[in-house]
Antibody
Framework: QVQLVQSGAEVKEPGASVKVSCKAS????????ITWVRQAPGQGLECMGW????????KYAQKVQGRVSMTTDTSTSTAYMELRSLRSDDTAVYYC??????????????????WGQGTTVTVSS | DIQMTQSPSSVSASVGDRVTITCRAS??????LAWYQQKPGKAPQLLIY???SLQSGVPSRFSGGGSGTDFTLTISSLQPEDFATYYC?????????FGPGTKVDIK
């Protein structure tokens, strides 16, 4: 079945970096993209950006631009999200989700149809 | 960024009730509107995409409608497993933005 499996929980100090992985299975990885969505404790959902698994094109939300990098490894069907210079307000559950793309641009027109289980990232000194 | 609002923020309902949640976008978003259900400690699940298309495996008691800036999610007969938080999300412009959520709980 189609699924995304994420790496485990992380605890980081302020100023550090974190890299979360998202392994896809059950579908043709390069035909879609991965979007990363985070949810702070008790809060709503925030899209951080997307990456096309076809050609590695990325688009990042302004709020995290400059601190985030999204990459993929098509040989293992895995997507990665690295967030640098962590702050306390980066404490959240981070989700990856499958999204539709066309010619390397992820429009997300048909929703985020498969989600990973989430990775808790805690930033604390 | 396109701002999404939802009303009500919470609703108390009984099994068998009809529940309607409204979502409004700060500008027209064509038909690029999706709805998600999230239960505590779980990832969101896609219910509806393209305003009214039912995601595979989602029960037919869920339906979506609307156009332009105003959209609705309706649960025709609430079931015990439907008590959750519901989010709308637009994909007309990047960044994809979500509404603040509507919590449906037991009356």
């Amino acid at each position: 079945q189609v699924q995304l499996v994420q790496s485990g929980a992380e605890v980081k100090e302020p100023g550090a970096s974190v890299k979360v992985s998202c392994k896809a299975s059950g579908y043709t990885f390069p035909l879609y993209g991965i979007t990363w969505v985070r949810q702070a404790p008790g809060q709503g959902l925030e899209c951080m950006g997307w990456i096309s698994a076809y050609n590695g094109n990325t688009k990042y939300a302004q709020k995290v631009q400059g601190r985030v990098s999204m990459t993929t490894d098509t040989s293992t069907s895995t997507a990665y999200m690295e967030l640098r210079s962590l702050r306390s307000d980066d404490t959240a559950v981070y989700y990856c989700a499958k999204v539709d793309c066309t010619n390397g641009v992820c429009y997300g027109y048909h929703g985020m149809d498969v989600w990973g289980q989430g990775t808790t990232v805690t930033v604390s000194s | 960024d396109i701002q999404m609002t939802q009303s009500p923020s919470s609703v108390s309902a009984s099994v068998g009730d009809r529940v309607t949640i409204t979502c409004r976008a700060s500008q027209a978003i064509s038909s690029w509107l999706a709805w998600y259900q999230q239960k505590p400690g779980k990832a969101p699940q896609l219910l509806i995409y393209d305003v009214s298309s039912l995601q595979s495996g989602v029960p037919s008691r869920f339906s979506g409608g609307g156009s332009g800036t105003d959209f609705t999610l309706t649960i025709s007969s609430l079931q015990p497993e439907d008590f959750a938080t519901y989010y709308c999300q637009q994909a007309n412009n990047f960044p994809f933005t979500f509404g603040p959520g509507t919590k449906v709980d037991i009356k």
